[in-house]
Structure formats: C-alpha cells, structure tokens
C-alpha cells in the first residue's frame, strides 16, 4: 500500500538539531494533487495522542504549534512531492515518533521516524 516515507530521525542531546523528510511513494499524489494539498509534520511521544506540530499551505505558508514556534521550520517541495521539518534547539520534550500526512483528508500512516532527545 502507498503511504508515506519518514526519514532523519535520530539520537541528539538537547540543544541539537535534527532534519526530517518526508515522501508520498503512491499515485495518489499524481496530477498535482500534492501541490494543492496542505501537509503537515506530526508527532507522537509515549502514551500520548498524535498531535500536529507543523503544517504547510498550498501557498507555502508555514504554521507551527507554540510548542515548536521558533525552533521548527517547515517546508515543501511539490516537485518531489516531498515535505521537509528543520528542528532546532530540541530538547527532551519534543521525544516522538513524527510523522508527515495531509492535513484534513488523511492518508494510510508510514512507518514515522524516531526522534529522542537526551538531556
């Protein structure tokens, strides 16, 4: 089944950086359908809801939850149909699993990529 792909996650100590990517392998997104959808960066930390952090607009405007304000940049790429977070000045609280998806019409999950922050 066509899902999305995470990459980027990883081990740092708090006060590093980490940068994850994200594409969509299915046909789904053929015919400029990415372009014209909003994505969104999600996360999950043990025992907890997902929740979304970042999403990007068809227009490439960026909005951030106040948790990650500041720290995390979100972007797109429409012709790899690929979405981008920068994440700076982790630290233990931002531990999850992250995930990327459409924002609204959600798509079969991937795997999600494991971000842990030390302190």
């Known amino acids: 089944q066509a899902q999305f792909a995470e990459s980027g996650g990883g081990l740092v100590q708090s006060g590093g950086s980490l940068r994850l990517s994200c594409v969509h392998s299915?046909?789904?997104?053929?015919?400029?359908?990415?372009?014209?959808?909003?994505m969104g960066w999600y996360r999950q930390a043990p025992g907890k809801q997902r929740e979304l952090v970042a999403h990007?607009?068809?227009?490439?405007?960026?909005n951030y939850a106040d948790a990650v304000n500041g720290r995390f940049t979100i972007a797109r790429d429409n012709a790899k149909k690929s979405v981008y977070l920068q994440m700076n000045s982790l630290n233990p609280e931002d531990t999850a699993v992250y995930f990327c998806?459409?924002?609204?019409?959600?798509?079969?999950w991937g795997q999600g990529t494991q971000v842990t922050v030390s302190s």
């Open positions: 990007i607009t068809p227009d490439s405007d960026p």
């Open positions: 998806n459409r924002v609204g019409a959600l798509l079969a």
């Open positions: 299915g046909a789904i997104f053929r015919g400029g359908l990415f372009s014209l959808s909003t």
